[in-house]
């Protein structure tokens, strides 16, 4: 025995020296690893408008065993209808507080990267929006506001007199000439909203909503998994926001219609 702890003693230790550094980075990257839950809150926010289709969820993260680095939070949504899948990336967080009565608008920030710690869970409230969707939607609507300053600038004699009147401002002058006359005659206008009404794919039905969270150190992705449906009303409604994107890319006018379904 102590010749062959003389012979392979030293090769031992450091065999043994090197496998427990391998189970303690095997305990600390596969084993011992942070985890992360996701709880939803409230109800689901579908709209559209120039971003394209959005959502907008409200809810929390919750870290196990250890801090966890969020990366990037993403949404896959799948219509059971046709099957047709579409993803939507982080566009905006908003504030969780809710605002009654408060007159200033609310505040928004770039989506960024953030930790979760075990003893601080992190509230979210997240805008998503179909980023190729909104990118096919740029094209046109950047062209109808060019088109809306041209018509303004041909017309500046006319806003110019009429601007003497009583009671007469620029903001209702301008949108009694938008309503009355550019909306109706101007191409681009036409153009522009053919595409915002083929571009809009909520229709009545149930989809399928995947909630994917991904996390940086190690790499990994966690991932909820809900189901909501849009009614016939849902539907008409957002269809009208074509008519609110347009009025906002040319009078700086919004008020878009959210549906708000239940979603588990």
Not at 176 to 192: C, G, I, K, P, V
Not at 207 to 226: C, I, M
Request: aromatic share 12%.
């Amino acid at each position: 025995m102590k010749e062959f702890l003389r012979t392979y003693g030293i090769l031992i230790i450091a065999t043994y020296g090197v496998v427990q550094i391998w189970l303690i980075a095997l305990w600390k990257h596969v084993i011992w690893i942070g985890r992360l839950a996701i709880y939803k809150t409230g109800r689901l926010e579908v709209g559209y408008s120039n971003f394209g289709p959005t959502l907008a969820v409200n809810g929390t993260l919750r870290a196990e065993r250890k801090m966890v680095f969020v990366s990037n939070v993403s949404i896959v949504v799948t219509r059971d209808q046709d099957g047709s899948i579409h993803r939507f990336e982080w566009k905006a967080f908003r504030s969780t507080q809710l605002r009654i009565g408060a007159a200033d608008p609310i505040t928004i920030e770039l989506p960024a990267a953030f930790n979760v710690s075990p003893d601080q869970p992190h509230r979210f409230n997240i805008v998503f929006s179909d980023i190729k969707t909104s990118s096919e939607l740029e094209g046109a609507l950047v062209r109808v506001n060019q088109a809306w300053r041209q018509y303004l600038t041909a017309k500046h004699d006319e806003i110019t007199a009429a601007l003497v009147t009583p009671g007469v401002t620029a903001d209702s002058l301008a949108a009694h000439l938008f309503e009355s006359d550019f909306s109706r005659n101007s191409q681009e206008y036409h153009q522009a909203w053919d595409i915002l009404s083929r571009k809009n794919y909520w229709e009545a039905g149930t989809y399928r909503l995947r909630f994917e969270v991904k996390t940086s150190g190690p790499d990994k992705e966690f991932v909820a998994q809900w189901r909501f449906s849009l009614s016939d009303q849902d539907f008409e409604n957002l269809r009208l926001n074509a008519v609110a994107t347009l009025r906002e890319i040319c009078l700086g006018q919004s008020q878009y219609i959210f549906a708000y379904p239940d979603f588990e």
